[in-house]
């Protein structure tokens, strides 16, 4: 019993009891309620509301709302931002169930407050950085294993004249000139061990043809059979190539 205290002492979670559903004073928390929210358990008792004041404007109503529902019995599950007394910005899930009392009235309401705060900043950042991948100017597409396209994001699909959901299912080599493709085979294999880069020729969805710099980096999420795909990332160096090639056709005229 000592361990698990301990163990739960150690948990970014807190349980508390508050007198009623119409009535949210909290009339105990455990001991680390101090350690995962800053506020000490003393001051719940001096300032009743500073837990509910401190929830943000834009979730406050409706977490009131689920604990009024709470009235007529049942559960409720509901996450929220909150303020700390730092000023820092936390995240916590809360799960609260009514206490009937032998005559089946509630009368309290016993709850668990876990904070989630990490878990939140991580799907944050994953959202920002899905939104950077949409609108880079760079294409990016991510292959499967067998090297067809599972994901690209709309620059991708600019370069081919594609619609991104186009090339979904679609070979990667296959959208390359064919005499281009054994080499960009043997790169997609190498990618799976290390970076490969090169210079290839892919055809357009309306055939005409466009030089592509791409960057090959094996995916470190892999699938249910052990598998983790390619990223590729592509840039047009068609007009580059033109450029070059003109200035090389110059020199050998003059």
Partial sequence: RVRQSHLFSAL?????TL?????????????????VTGVPRSRLQAE????????????????????????TGGSLTVEYRWSGLGGEDLWFLDHAMVIPDPLG????????????SARKRVEEGMLELAGA??????????????????ASNPAYGNLLGYEPYELNGLSWLDTLHPADRERAAKALEQAGERKAVLEVRALRKDGVPCHLEVV?????????????????????ITG????????????RRD
Avoid: M
């Fill in 105 to 116: 009235r509630s009368l309290e309401v016993l709850g668990s407050r876990l904070d989630v």
């Fill in 19 to 35: 007198r009623s559903p119409s009535e949210l004073v909290h009339t105990w928390v455990s001991e680390n309620f101090e350690r």
């Fill in 240 to 251: 580059r190539r033109k450029a070059e090639t003109q200035v090389l056709e110059k020199s």
């Fill in 216 to 236: 090959l980096v094996a995916g470190r999420v892999r699938d249910a059979g052990g598998a983790a795909g390619t990223f590729c990332f592509a840039k047009d």
């Fill in 133 to 150: 991948l949409e609108n880079a100017a760079e294409g990016i597409a991510r292959l499967d294993p067998e090297g067809r396209f599972r």
């Fill in 48 to 71: 009743p509301d500073v837990w509910w004041t401190r929830v943000h404007p834009d979730d406050r109503e409706h977490v009131l709302e689920q604990y009024a529902g709470l009235q």
């Fill in 12 to 16: 970014p979670i807190v349980l508390y």
